[in-house]
């Protein structure tokens, strides 16, 4: 998975017409480190969409704007339009990111 750089970077990213997860992540959160254990298997799961991470300590202002309280959080965009939000407290499980990519709306 890549990791943005920048804040244009991401503006670029998310604009695109594929959709693309942004997973919300910090080098210090542990259920960070746990969903870095099964998200692998997930993203082979599904290729149709783009994925990237941004770390959340390093980009407070995109934290900020798009609503990322708590981490990890995945947020789904395409065309430069937040579309979906899985929560932190809701992405602790392979089962949990799963069903949230199964009933996202695109």
Known sequence: MKTVQ?????NQIISEDKETIMIFTAGWCPDCRRLEMFIGDIMAEHTDKAWYEVDRD?????AEKYDVMGIPSLLLFKKGEK??????AHAKTPEQV???LETLPV
């Not at 920048?6 to 991401?10: A, G, K, Y």
């Not at 390093?58 to 995109?62: G, K, S, T, V």
Request: overall charge negative; proline content about 5%.
């Open 58 to 62: 390093q980009f407070p202002e995109l």
């Open 83 to 88: 579309l979906a939000h899985l929560h932190s």
């Open 6 to 10: 920048t804040v244009e970077e991401f």
């Open 98 to 100: 799963r069903e949230y």
